[in-house]
């Protein structure tokens, strides 16, 4: 072989292996060409709503996403399109997956919000809470004392503590609306001991207390109809009648007024606080759960 | 000698490679989707699954699959789909004898019970896996008003392990412990609370028995007294509780004959979920 053959063949060899490294190179490129219009794609879905079909999508993503690129951010997409839909435990096993994916503190604390704010919403408050003081004590996160109580705060709402509520949002802003409305909720609340001690000394004030005043009317007359009859029969020395009467009849109505009064305090905080969620589902524009 | 080695490595490195990359390439290629698919099925996602599986169907005739998606469809409950799956499934493919005993089963699942019997009377044919579904032609009378076959054709079908359990629930079927309506009101009214007593509740008819006989002695008392007013006081107790007590021995009676046959048709539901339909399982995700 001479020279120049042996220069020829060097060169050739050293062009095929460069070929084969561009060509692989190439195929990377392209491929993570692909995914990326395969999550824009699944983002698309999820933002016209379409939420199956977003989800399969983000699933073949992860798939065929071997290098995991992104694990995280699919993740996080499933578990929010899970939650618009409603399926709440899958949602949190899909911001799990995102919590194990995330690369950095800012998506382990998002993806870790994620999951109280399902938790918030399907109303296992000792879960989203439990999460915040764990976040609250991580020194990874010191500078997000603010959203801990923000969060804090809504799990309360939904707990219907909106006293605790308003402390949480105060420490947010002084002047926090969702601090207004939690004083404002609370301050409209009737207390229920009140009703019941009311029935207690009265039957039918519990009642008139809260606003049902035909109810209350009902309960003191059959209080005092059976009242009468008990106390007429030991007057009578029918002792037998008077237990029976008494124990038969008006203390069942009795207790039945305190019941009632007890009842209806607690619907009508159920109201006051249905009416104020109502208001923050529809008209609040901060973040919600 | 080295431009061959060259040329071998080129081949090699470019030309065999090149056939995986381009499936890599695109994740939407027909052998992708039906790695997705797979990988669906065997994470329980099942309706992604038959979707994604009828997709690459769209482009290629594979029975697996076409099986696969009636499993998928059987699954998730949709047994019309299933059954339509399963129906589509030629004579001479590997899986007609699993397709037909999945049909079955869906249509059997799908509560449709009369359907089901005349089907399989049309189609019967007597092989062992056939012979499995007997059975579950004979469990379908356990769901239906119809008269039960004789109990030695019943039994025919089941093996020995099987055969007191089935007993049981022939026993079960023809002779249900059921409570007489009328025996019960009548009971109650001839005795306040006996009518409870008799359909099983027992503390309710103690205390139907005695609220009305108190109440009973106590108007008596007071009429005889000249207490007028209690006597028709506790009268209208007594009216009270002893219409209430007939039209609760009535209703409890009701709920005891519904609750015997709840609990039967969950007890023979169980029974076959345990046994998978008399089906056999499929393990498509070793």
Known sequence: MTFVNKIFFYFLFVSLIALFFNSNSFSQNEFQKQLKIQFDFAKELYNKEEYFDAITELKRLIFFDKEKEYSYSANELIGETYKMGAKFSDAIQYFTLAVIHSTNNEELFNSKIEIIRVNILRRTIDRALSLLDSLDSDKRFSNKKIDISYWRGWAYIFEDKWNKAAQEFNKVDSDHELKKLSEQVENSKYSVAEAKILSFIFPGAGQFYTGNYISGILSFGWNLLWGYITINSFIKDRIFDGIVVGELLWLRFYRGNLQNAEKFAEEKNKEISNKALNFLQFEYNGPKP | ?286
């Not at chain 2, 994740?27 to 797979?38: E, Y």
């Not at chain 2, 079960?172 to 008799?198: D, E, F």
């Not at chain 2, 519904?258 to 056999?280: C, E, R």
């Open chain 2, 1 to 286: 000698m080295i431009p061959t080695i060259c040329l071998v490595f080129l081949f090699f490195s470019q030309a065999f490679p090149q056939k995986d990359s381009s499936d890599y390439f695109d994740i939407n290629s027909t052998s992708n989707i039906k790695k997705f698919a797979d990988y669906l099925f065997c994470a329980d996602d099942y309706l992604r699954a038959a979707l994604e599986y009828e997709k690459y169907l769209s482009s290629y005739y594979n029975d697996t699959v076409e099986f696969k998606i009636g499993l998928s469809y059987s699954r998730i409950g949709n047994y019309s789909k299933a059954i339509e799956w399963f129906n589509k499934i030629k004579n001479n493919s590997g899986f007609s004898n699993d397709a037909r005993n999945e049909y079955f089963k869906s249509l059997f699942q799908s509560g449709d019970y009369y359907n089901f019997r005349k089907y399989y009377s049309e189609n019967i044919v007597n092989n062992d896996k056939i012979r499995n579904l007997d059975k579950l032609f004979y469990f379908s009378y356990f769901f239906t008003d119809d008269e039960l076959p004789p109990r030695n054709d019943f039994l025919n079908p089941f093996n020995l392990k099987e055969e007191n359990k089935i007993n049981e629930f022939y026993q079960r079927k023809t002779n249900p412990p059921y409570k007489s309506v009328a025996a019960a009101v009548i009971m109650s009214s001839l005795i306040p609370g006996s009518g409870k007593i008799y359909t099983g509740q027992i503390g309710d008819g103690i205390i139907a028995a005695i609220a009305t006989g108190l109440c009973g002695y106590l108007a008596y008392d007071n009429f005889k007294a000249k207490h007028n007013f209690r006597g028709w006081v506790f009268s209208g107790l007594i009216a009270f509780f002893y219409a209430g007590n007939i039209y609760g021995s009535a209703a409890s009676a009701q709920i005891y004959n519904a609750g015997i046959q709840f609990n039967f048709q969950n007890d023979v539901k169980l029974y076959l979920n345990q046994q998978n339909y008399f089906t056999p399982e499929y393990d498509f995700c070793k």
